[in-house]
């Protein structure tokens, strides 16, 4: 390779370092995890971006789609908008009753200042006005972003949440798999913690719902553990049950986009 191509590589390089969506707080560009260091795999990663061998799931900072969280304590705010306008939200108030937390689906508009939710599936006290809405009640809050994009401020400052970005090959991202009615998602964040959810349209209402916790991974197996369960609490649903790590097999394939977990019974699509 020619000195000249070499260094023509290393612009290259360097360039779309600069064209990466900064975490919050990360002072590095290229900085993917956001720990003040541009490592060798975040360097492949762009490389690989670059050369098309993986999709850039990453979304634009000048854009709501995308992974927000507050977490404070036991309590947290979850909002996750894709870029087909639907959307999942998932919630625990501490100060409320339990039946009021948990995830609402739908979809979502935007026109830039505002942002109006319909839901789908609520399973965070529907009828009693939690949530971002209630089924059949389009919502619509007004909305702010700041920090280069990286903070979302909505209904009049009351929810205020920063930006997760996922840009990887590994399990951490957004997984998902929608079939009619019913759905699954995997939300693997890099401090492993995660956000299940799901719809089984052939298993009672109340074994359907989201569950919060931590996890861990060998490379083969995912344990996971559950320490809010909004899921069919004790009825053995979800991923798993609270005070009882679930161990769970899976295999990643389609170059890192595609996530099949309990021995082919599930198959997830990465999202982000």
């Not at 998932?90 to 319909?118: C, K, L, Q, R, W």
């Not at 965070?124 to 972003?145: C, F, M």
Request: glycine share 12%; charged share 10%.
């Amino acid at each position: 390779m020619s000195c000249n191509l070499v260094k023509m590589l290393v612009v290259v390089i360097f360039m779309l370092l600069l064209q990466l969506p900064v975490i919050s707080k990360a002072a590095l560009p290229g900085d993917i995890n956001g720990d003040g260091v541009v490592s060798i795999s975040e360097v492949q990663t762009v490389i690989n971006a670059f050369l098309g061998l993986i999709k850039d799931n990453s979304a634009s900072t000048s854009s709501i789609v995308g992974v927000w969280r507050a977490v404070n304590g036991a309590g947290f705010n979850y909002l996750i908008l894709f870029s087909d306008n639907t959307f999942v939200y998932a919630e625990n108030d501490v100060s409320a009753p339990v039946t009021d937390n948990g995830v609402e689906v739908g979809t979502y508009t935007s026109t830039g200042t505002n942002i109006t939710f319909s839901i789908t599936f609520d399973h965070n006290g529907p009828g009693q006005n939690s949530g971002i809405g209630e089924l059949g009640i389009p919502k619509t809050y007004d909305y702010v972003l700041s920090n280069n994009g990286n903070t979302f401020t909505g209904a009049g400052g009351q929810l205020v949440m920063n930006r997760v970005i996922f840009n990887s090959t590994s399990i951490v991202g957004v997984w998902r798999a929608i079939h009619g009615a019913g759905f699954n998602y995997l939300i693997l964040f890099s401090d492993n913690t995660f956000v299940y959810a799901e719809n089984d349209v052939s298993a009672p209402v109340t074994d359907n719902g989201v569950e919060v916790g931590t996890y861990t991974n060998n490379g083969t197996n995912i344990t996971f553990n559950v320490v809010f369960d909004r899921n069919g609490p004790g009825a053995n649903s979800g991923v798993g049950e609270i005070g009882i790590p679930s161990v769970i097999n899976y295999v990643l394939s389609n170059n890192g986009n595609t996530l099949t977990v309990g021995g082919g019974q599930t198959a997830l699509s990465r999202a982000f």
